[in-house]
């Protein structure tokens, strides 16, 4: 047999191979193209070409487009805390009947100076030197539990001719306490200042400046002013005393509440300088600030506005 006769037939194979497979090949890219596209939704086109490509909706596509409406994810609350100097509005609770003063309304260039946490034994006495050299008056937020600590203390402020405000009884977190909680820790530190100096506070502050519904509701009953601040150095955390002067120099302006520390709430008590609830920080800023805020020209008056 001649080798063409063998090659001609192979070749006629192949051929008809070759157009099977195209026709395969030509069904399947037909049922392809065939194929539903994935649903969109509702008066959404599947596919729509915009300015960006294939695959993007035009903007007038997109103004029509009724997207499905995802469910809400919930906003956790977070936990009040102090905030950073001259940020912290009143923490308040979401529709409170009530509202804290953040500053003082007494003309131009006049604010307020305000101690939290003491008594303290050491501290506070130097703190009176220093507004007793200046002649400025001041408000003292005490806490119940050094009220009875340190009487002594709490008299000398009050013969100073500085007024004493209510800062809770143990310094607990309002959030955490019922209604007659709260009262609890506000009526006994009112009845012991007023036992111990004969000064009945009307001024109350809320620990860390968290102020409750429950809080303004029992403030409203026993006749207290809620205040709050706007400048806080965060003396409290011992940044340095230059530290505490530049915040305040710097955040202060008309109207102001300026939040110091003169104490803190310890474990026993306060003994001499250096030891816990040691605030001469504070009282170092104090003796540098106030006389350049005196020579700026600031005056200074109480939040009840005496």
């Not at 940020?87 to 305000?114: E, R």
């Not at 007659?180 to 620990?207: K, M, N, Y």
């Not at 040691?278 to 540098?288: E, F, G, K, P």
């Amino acid at each position: 047999m001649k080798v063409e006769q063998v090659i001609a037939p192979r070749r006629l194979l192949l051929t008809i191979g070759s157009a099977t497979l195209l026709c395969a090949c030509g069904r399947a890219a037909t049922r392809a193209s065939r194929a539903p596209a994935p649903l969109a939704p509702a008066g959404e086109p599947s596919d729509s070409t915009g300015p960006d490509g294939p695959g993007t909706q035009s903007p007038s596509a997109e103004a029509t487009t009724a997207s499905p409406t995802p469910s809400p994810t919930p906003t956790p609350t977070p936990t009040p805390t102090p905030s950073a100097a001259g940020t912290l509005p009143p923490a308040d609770t979401a529709g409170a009947a009530g509202q804290a003063d953040t500053m003082v309304h007494a003309g131009p260039k006049t604010v307020a100076l305000t101690f939290d946490d003491g008594p303290n034994p050491i501290d506070t006495p130097r703190i009176l030197d220093i507004l007793h050299k200046y002649g400025v008056t001041a408000t003292f937020f005490m806490i119940g539990m050094n009220v009875r600590r340190y009487p002594d203390t709490v008299r000398d402020v009050v013969a100073a001719g500085h007024r004493v405000g209510n800062h809770s009884w143990s310094h607990p977190d309002l959030g955490t306490l019922s209604k007659a909680g709260v009262r609890r820790e506000l009526e006994r530190t009112s009845d012991l200042i007023a036992d111990t100096c004969g000064q009945h506070p009307v001024l109350f502050r809320a620990p860390g400046g968290h102020f409750t519904r429950n809080s303004y509701a029992v403030c409203a009953e026993l006749g207290l002013r809620s205040v709050c601040w706007d400048v806080d150095p965060e003396d409290w955390s011992n940044p340095g005393a230059g530290t505490v002067v530049q915040r305040v120099v710097s955040d202060i302006r008309t109207g102001s509440i300026v939040l110091n520390h003169d104490g803190a709430l310890t474990d026993g008590l306060i003994t001499a300088p250096g030891s816990d609830g040691d605030r001469s920080q504070t009282v170092d800023a104090l003796r540098v600030y106030l006389p350049q805020l005196i020579d700026a020209g600031y005056r200074f008056t109480l939040p009840d506005g005496s």
